[in-house]
């Protein structure tokens, strides 16, 4: 059986959407997103939201950053009353191209076990582009039964691995955040500014065309596969500044052939609270 990839074109997502078993969900996240969402949304799709569905938000940010996971418990009731079973084809979309909550969604799903999950290439923009049906009607999942699932399969690395090994020869730590937040120019979101000492720096946008299409897969491997040439996949750790968009990355990496490095989830939130400014 030909492996599914983690892509999915929006023209062979016309072709297969209406399948009993596809499921499609809008993972944008913003401010509005809700209300964008209410007000259209690819048909079918229900929403999923990052900060209370995909992540277990505390007061403290400097224990897990701003996006920690929730437990698997948690997330498995969260599949269960999404409508989510072993056997559901998922397809994820955002309204950032998949580079942001989407593929955080991915990799939780992949993590958990689940085989059939895809991110759409170009996200909403790109299929309300191509005449995929649009509307503002809200669908209401059925509910189903257990999702098993008992553990995070796919590696993960927490801050004392980070702090271990950020600058061990043998160790890469890739910061996918944009150049001029990883070079300390500013910081729009968290308290200092900076990026982990040792840290290697590829934003997660060089993953994507002009177009905010996923570079070809043969590309993005020929843009990754040195690391992997060099460096043990265990030891390759993937953060960005909540453990969101480096899920893009770790989404591109997959689709380019190679393992699946660890997600430090905590990420530079998590590190700038803990480390003075580097």
């Known amino acids: 059986m030909k492996k599914m990839l983690p892509i999915i074109d929006i023209h062979e997502l016309l072709n297969i959407y209406k399948q009993p078993n596809m499921l499609i969900f809008d993972v944008s996240n913003s401010n509005d997103a809700k209300d964008n969402y209410d007000k259209k949304h690819l048909d079918g799709a229900v929403f999923v939201d990052l900060n209370t569905q995909l992540a277990a938000i505390k007061s ?5 950053g701003r996006h920690p996971l929730p437990t698997v418990e948690y997330f498995a009731e969260t599949l269960q009353n999404l409508g989510i079973s072993s056997d559901s084809h998922i397809v994820i979309y955002d309204d950032k191209n998949g580079a942001n909550a989407a593929a955080r969604f991915w990799w939780m799903l992949k993590s958990a076990g689940h085989q059939k999950v895809q991110v759409l290439n170009g996200g909403f923009q790109q299929a309300e582009k191509a005449g995929f049906p649009v509307n503002d009607k809200i669908p209401t999942a059925k509910i189903v039964g257990k999702y098993k699932t008992e553990s995070w399969k796919l590696p993960l690395a927490v801050i004392s691995d980070v702090v271990q090994n950020s600058q061990n020869e ?41 177009n905010g299409l996923f570079l070809p897969a ?33 989404l591109a990496i997959d689709y380019a052939g190679l393992p699946i490095p660890k997600l430090y989830v905590g990420s530079w939130s998590e590190w700038s609270r803990n480390f003075d400014n580097q």
Do not use: M, W
Not at 220 to 247: D, Q, R
């Open 218 to 250: 043969d590309i993005l491997k020929e843009k990754y596969a040195p690391f992997f040439k060099s460096k043990l996949p265990e030891n390759i750790i993937v953060h960005c500044g909540s453990g969101v968009t480096a899920c893009h990355t770790l």
């Open 170 to 210: 043998d160790f890469t730590v890739i910061d996918v955040r944009e150049a001029a937040r990883y070079q300390g120019d500013y910081e729009p979101i968290d308290l200092v500014a900076g990026h982990i000492p040792g840290a290697i720096n590829i934003p997660f946008t060089t993953n994507l065309d002009e």
């Open 60 to 64: 403290d940010v400097s224990d897990g």
